[in-house]
């Protein structure tokens, strides 16, 4: 059983910087893809961005890819998501989320641990 704990949410003005941190706990962090989604009031939950558990292959959801960058950290147990020229459209919760091996895919329903979030807010 993996734990999830993101953090590094917040309030900032559009064009600002944030990096999230997503903890796990559990088994070998370094077995698990992890990714980050996001979900929007009143919209779906949506695939931000994705890295294999070697931390060698990444997946970016295409209209982000250009401001957004994920990393890890195996020896820390921690995945990163940096979060650049912050938009109003950004405004989201943000969660991390791991699967066992395999490639960072989109589907949500492909990776089996989620936390519990962390709020980002863009003021315009």
């Known amino acids: 059983q993996v734990q999830l704990v993101e953090s590094g949410g917040g309030l900032v003005q559009a064009g600002g910087s944030l990096r999230l941190s997503c903890a796990a706990s559990?088994?070998?962090?370094?077995?698990?893809?992890m990714g980050w989604f996001r979900q929007a009031p009143g919209l779906e939950r949506e695939f931000v961005a994705g890295?294999?558990?070697?931390?060698?292959?990444?997946n970016y959801r295409d209209n982000v890819k250009d401001r957004f960058t994920i990393s890890r950290d195996n020896a820390k147990n921690t995945v990163y998501l940096q979060i650049n020229s912050l938009k109003p459209d950004d405004t989201a919760v943000y969660y991390c989320?791991?699967?066992?091996?395999?490639?960072?895919?989109?589907?949500?329903?492909?990776?089996?641990?989620w936390g519990q979030g962390t709020q980002v807010t863009v003021s315009s």
């Open positions: 989320a791991a699967r066992f091996l395999g490639t960072p895919t989109s589907r949500a329903a492909d990776y089996n641990y």
């Open positions: 559990g088994p070998p962090f370094d077995t698990y893809t």
């Open positions: 890295i294999a558990w070697r931390g060698g292959y990444t």
